[in-house]
């Protein structure tokens, strides 16, 4: 029987050795590249929706008409790709803002995206009124509010009701019929 050498079972450990650290390296490297990381982690506070400017408001008898235009970037500057919606806050005199509504974002997939958006609050309560819009992503994460816009809301004067001098200016105006 032939004995192997020792020089050479040493060399032969070595060389396995040798391999197995290589093919570790590898298989570590090949897994680092594929985990997924694309860009630097953003904080949650970075990446919510913001809207810059005040929605527009109108009162229209007891309806109150919001316009506001498209959060188009998050906190950090970056254009925003998942807005999903908003979320109408009113306030009443000292009253905290309240959600009264939400209003859904459904053109995520056009590739020409609705530039504002429209809210009618039918039931505002009378006095001075506050709103505010918040957007949120897809995610549920909600920005920070828009400025306020104030509006007062007064009560619907019923085109019947009025007072005694205008009735007698429109009397007096109006041609009699038995005149002629």
Sequence with gaps: MIKPRADSLKSTGRLAARRGLVLAVAVGLLGAAACGFKTDPRPPEYTAPVINNAPEAEVDGTTVELVWKRAETSADGRELYDLAGFIVERSSGSAPYGRIDTVAVTDQ????????????????????????VRAFTADGQEGPPSPAV??????????????GEDTEETATESPSEDAD
């Design 109 to 132: 997939e056009k590739l020409r995206r609705q530039a504002r958006f429209r809210y009618d609050d039918e039931q505002p309560p009378l006095g001075m009124v506050s709103y505010r």
């Design 150 to 163: 104030a509006v007062e809301v007064v009560p619907a004067v019923d085109p019947g009701e009025s007072d």
